[in-house]
C-alpha cells in the first residue's frame, strides 16, 4: 500500500467535494430549458448573450436559470417545465401551452446562451425584468443577477436601478438587437462586472 504524504498537495488527487464543478451540466439541463413562452406565444421576448470570466473570455459551462412573472406581472403557479412520464420516468418536454415562468439555458462552446420567454409585466414599484440565477467554473456559490429592458419608462424610478450609478445600472440592462431579440452579456468580475444581487 502506498502511502500518500498529505503535506505534498501535489500527491493528492482530487474528488468532488474538492472541485468546484461544473457538474451540473450532466443532470440540470433538460430539452427546450430556454424555450419557456408557448410556441406563436404573442408577448414572447427571446433574450441573448454571453458568459464572460474576469478576462474577458467566454465561458462554455455557464448555466443559467430564469424566473419571470407572465405578461401581467403575475407570477405563474403551474407546474410543466419537466414533465415526465409516469411509467417510464422518461422526460415528455414542456406541454406546449402552459407559462411556467421558469426554464434553463446552458451555455455553449463559445459562451452564448439564450432564453425564449414571455415579456415581464411589472410587480410593484419594480419596472418589469428577469430574474437570473448563474451556475459556473470557479464559483462556489451561484449569483443571481436581474434582466430590465432598454426603452423601459419604468427604469427611471426602479428602485434597485436609482440606487446604482449609470455604469453600473447599465450592467442590467438588456438591449434591442437588429433581429428583433436583445441582449445581455453576464460579466462575472473584472471590468463591467454585471450588478449581482445578496439576499439576506
Same mark, same amino acid.
Given at each position: 500500500? $502506498?502511502?500518500?504524504?498529505?503535506?505534498?498537495?501535489?500527491?493528492?488527487?482530487? $474528488?468532488?467535494?474538492? $472541485?468546484?464543478?461544473?457538474?451540473?451540466?450532466?443532470?440540470?439541463?433538460?430539452?427546450?430549458?430556454?424555450?419557456?413562452?408557448?410556441?406563436?406565444?404573442? %408577448?414572447? +421576448? +427571446? +433574450?441573448r448573450g454571453c458568459v464572460y470570466d474576469g478576462e474577458g473570455t467566454p465561458v462554455p459551462d455557464a448555466f443559467l436559470e430564469i424566473w419571470?412573472? &407572465?405578461?401581467?406581472?403575475?407570477?405563474?403557479? +403551474?407546474?410543466?417545465?419537466?414533465? /415526465?412520464?409516469?411509467a417510464t420516468g422518461g422526460y415528455l418536454g414542456r406541454n406546449n401551452w402552459e407559462f411556467t415562468g421558469w426554464g434553463r439555458s446552458q451555455t455553449d462552446a463559445g459562451g452564448q446562451w439564450y432564453v425564449r $420567454?414571455?415579456?415581464?409585466?411589472? /410587480?410593484? &414599484? %419594480?419596472a418589469p425584468y428577469l430574474s437570473v440565477c448563474v451556475f459556473a467554473r470557479g464559483l462556489?456559490?451561484?449569483?443571481?443577477t436581474r434582466i430590465y429592458f432598454?426603452?423601459?419608462?419604468?427604469?427611471? &424610478?426602479d428602485p434597485l436601478l436609482t440606487r446604482l450609478a449609470p455604469e453600473r445600472r447599465d450592467t442590467l440592462i438588456a438591449r434591442p438587437q437588429a433581429d428583433g431579440t436583445y441582449r445581455f452579456d453576464v460579466r462575472l468580475q473584472g471590468e463591467g462586472e454585471t450588478v449581482f444581487l445578496e439576499f439576506t
Open positions: 500500500m $502506498t502511502k500518500i504524504d498529505t503535506s505534498r498537495p501535489e500527491q493528492i488527487l482530487p $474528488t468532488p467535494s474538492h $472541485t468546484v464543478g461544473p457538474f451540473y451540466g450532466y443532470a440540470l439541463p433538460f430539452p427546450g430549458g430556454p424555450d419557456i413562452a408557448p410556441p406563436g406565444d404573442p %408577448n414572447e +421576448v +427571446v +433574450v419571470g412573472p &407572465d405578461s401581467e406581472g403575475e407570477l405563474p403557479r +403551474v407546474d410543466g417545465s419537466i414533465r /415526465r412520464d409516469p $420567454t414571455r415579456w415581464p409585466g411589472a /410587480r410593484g &414599484d %419594480n462556489l456559490v451561484h449569483l443571481f432598454e426603452g423601459d419608462a419604468a427604469l427611471a &424610478d
